[in-house]
């Protein structure tokens, strides 16, 4: 389908399931947009899956830019989306714009922000200064002090209105999309039929408009990692230890380089 952009996203809902995937360097998000996904997040697990960090909550705004700008050298069709980490927008509103227009200028065509309400005019005012914003509710991943621990949300009949009110607020802000993760199905569902703005469910169950996963959780890089919502397609985590494993044997066993991994000087003929 071509370059896929924001417009594009809203106009999937009831039509196409969104795919979506998690991607920190340029070669993994070069085969991601080839493979065909329509969206890419720079998320701020960048922290937890690829820094050996407990929560995202340390993840600083330099190292998003970073991994925005490898990324985007990758991504030809997919929309890109960088992730806004903890205290790069609850500061201030100037401090919001700021971070968020940096993350654009390093090639991101979107930001994502995590909260309802409570930032539902922040959102306002970044989407009418022209950026693009994705929201996210549910287990949100920089509140884990406040839930004590990553715990599904909206498990009561109370906590699940709050979520339809957030949601609701973030389409009235301008959101083109909503994340929404770590809630039961029939919540997920209540707040995608809610709404005009196509979702994009993560631990959220089967009727959202689009799926999300971490890319490393996808491709089994971490065998301690186990979470039910968790689909692993391979186990990246065995081959990348046999092929280690195989390499330090043929190195110590003088097959590796062999033959045809050499170079050879040429024979002067004159
Ligand atoms: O940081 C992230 O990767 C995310 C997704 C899991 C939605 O927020």
Redesign the pocket.
């Given at each position: 389908m071509g370059k896929v952009t924001v417009p594009k996203i809203k106009k999937m809902k009831n039509k196409k399931m969104i795919t979506?995937l998690?991607a920190y360097d340029y070669l993994t998000a070069r085969i991601l947009d080839e493979a065909g996904i329509d969206l890419i997040?720079?998320?701020?697990?960048?922290?937890?899956?690829l820094q050996g960090l407990d929560s995202?909550i340390p993840v600083k705004m330099e190292e998003m830019l970073y991994h925005v700008r490898i990324v985007k050298r990758g991504v030809k069709n997919a929309l890109l989306v960088g992730?806004m980490p903890f205290l790069s927008y609850q500061t201030s509103e100037s401090d919001a714009l700021k971070n968020a227009g940096m993350l654009l200028k390093e090639g991101a065509e979107a930001v994502?922000l995590?909260g309802g309400v409570r930032i539902a005019p922040l959102i306002e005012k970044m989407v009418s200064y022209g950026i693009p914003v994705l929201g996210?509710i549910g287990l949100?991943?920089q509140s884990i002090n406040v839930f004590g621990g990553y715990k599904i949300q909206g498990k009561t009949e109370d906590k699940a209105k709050m979520l339809v009110n957030d949601a609701i607020a973030l389409q009235q802000a301008g959101v083109f999309s909503i994340?929404l993760?770590g809630m039961p199905e029939e919540i997920a569902k209540e707040v995608t039929e809610s709404i005009e703005v196509p979702t994009?469910g993560?631990g959220a169950g089967r009727f959202c408009d689009g799926q999300?996963?971490?890319i490393t959780d996808v491709l089994g890089m971490d065998p301690t990692f186990t979470p039910r919502f968790v689909k692993k397609y391979r186990n990246l985590y065995k081959e990348i230890l046999d092929a280690t494993k195989e390499y330090i044997t043929d190195v110590e066993n003088k097959k590796f380089p062999s033959e045809e991994h050499v170079f050879h000087q040429k024979k002067e003929t004159s």
């Open positions: 979506a998690t997040l720079v998320g701020d697990s960048v922290g937890t899956t995202t992730d994502k995590e996210h949100t991943p994340v993760e994009i993560i999300i996963l971490v």
